[in-house]
Each structure stands twice: as C-alpha cells, then as structure tokens.
C-alpha cells in the first residue's frame, strides 16, 4: 500500500532564508505526487503537483519540488521565505494505478523566525 | 467557480444530538471525499464517493457516522448520536478523475464541530 513520511513534524527557519521539506513515499506502482498547505483556520490549498513529465515541478508562491524516483522522494524548496509562509505544509500521493484516493503525510508545519 | 462549498462554518452542539454538515462540490467534478482534522489524528479520510456512489467508507469510524450523495451536487455527513470525541475540523474536498490533468483535490474551507 502507498505511504508518505514527512519526516519533520516542524521546521524552524529565518526569513529570507531558503528552506526544505522533506517527503518520502512508498508505492509499488507509478504515483502522482502533491504538496499541499493549509494556513491557520482555514482549509488546504494545492501548492504544486508532479503528475508526469519534468521531474521539476514549480507550484505558487516560488515553491517548487523535485520528484525522484529513485530516491521515492519530493521535497518542496523555496529560496527564500517570508512570514506569510507561516503554515503548515502536507505531502501526499495518489493511493494506486486506479484510484482517486490520495493519501497525505502527517504535515510540516514551517514557523518563519523574524 | 465559488469552490467548494461547506455549511456550516461552526457547530457547537450537545452530546447526544444529531449533527448534519452539508457540502456542495464543484461544478463537474465527478469524486468527493470527506475528512476529519484533528491534533491528534491529523488528516483522515473518513469515506469518498466518485459518480455519487460510494466507494471507500473504511474510514468512517463507527455506526454513528453515515454519508450520502444523493446528487452530483450535494452531499451530507451525518453524526446521530454525536459525541464529545467527535469534535474536529471536517473538511469536504472534490476532484476530477486522476486521467485529467487537472486532477487535483480542492477543498472547502471546513466545518469545525465542537460537541459538548
């Protein structure tokens, strides 16, 4: 069965620093992969995908993430951050070959330190 | 598109009591899911639907939980009786089909359930 770990439960880092969420996956079939964030009280919003194609993938916001296979990875990076990043940020993938579950990770939440 | 439409924003109701959270999906999405937000738990999917049909409902935590789709617009999650423990943030989100580009989920802003 796919899983995703996000391996940092939080992440401390100063403004205009650049930053990086780590995201593992396990599946045994090919995956679609999606990073979303949810800001204090409300719901989630996609950030970014990897669905096919460029292993690159830029979302809003100036986060991007890197999809490698052979790693089972997709960390979200930002070169440079700012407070209104403050949320908390959720790795997911898709849950098999056919299905339209997607199974997310137990989130990150970034604190932005001034 | 107004997204994904959840009422109400806030229920703060008894023990006991039936409890209704309604969601409007967007126009043309063919899956919905619902979730359930907690400290504890996180991010659980509690059932989903694709076409109105229910597909997977392994999530749904006991009898005292029931979803319906009656239509391709609307869609209930019901808690009778309800109870303290149930409280949480539950979240609607709906989708395309993961064979369209644009599959995706999007989410309503939440209904946060207090049960006392």
């Known amino acids: 069965a796919q899983s995703v770990t996000q391996l940092d439960s939080q992440v401390p880092v100063f403004e205009e620093a650049p930053v990086e969420l780590r995201c593992n996956y396990s599946?045994?079939?090919?995956?679609?992969l999606f990073w979303y964030v949810q800001y204090p009280n409300q719901g989630l919003q996609l950030l970014l995908k990897?669905?096919?194609?460029?292993?690159l993938v830029k979302g809003i916001n100036g986060f991007e993430a890197e999809f490698n296979k052979s790693q089972t990875s997709f960390h979200l990076r930002k070169p440079s951050v700012h407070i209104s990043d403050t949320a908390e940020y959720f790795c997911?993938?898709?849950?098999?070959?056919?299905?339209?579950?997607?199974?997310f990770g137990k989130g990150t939440r970034l604190h932005i330190l001034p | 598109d107004a997204g994904v439409i959840q009422s109400p924003r806030h229920e703060v109701t008894e023990m006991g009591q039936e409890v209704t959270l309604r969601c409007k999906p967007i126009?043309?999405?063919?899956?919905l899911f619902w979730y359930r937000q907690t400290m504890m738990r996180g991010l659980e999917l509690l059932i989903y639907?694709?076409?109105?049909?229910?597909?997977?409902d392994s999530g749904m935590p006991e009898d005292r939980f029931s979803a319906k789709m009656p239509n391709a617009s609307f869609s209930t999650l019901k808690i009778q009786p309800s109870e303290p423990r149930d409280s949480a943030v539950y979240f609607c989100?709906?989708?395309?089909?993961?064979?369209?580009?644009?599959?995706?989920?999007?989410f309503g802003s939440g209904t946060r359930l207090t049960v006392v």
């Open positions: 989100a709906s989708s395309l089909g993961r064979t369209d580009d644009n599959y995706g989920y999007t």
């Open positions: 599946s045994s079939v090919s995956v679609y």
């Open positions: 990897y669905l096919s194609g460029s292993t």
């Open positions: 997911a993938v898709t849950a098999g070959n056919r299905d339209d579950k997607i199974i």
């Open positions: 126009s043309g999405h063919n899956s």
């Open positions: 639907f694709n076409n109105n049909v229910p597909i997977d």
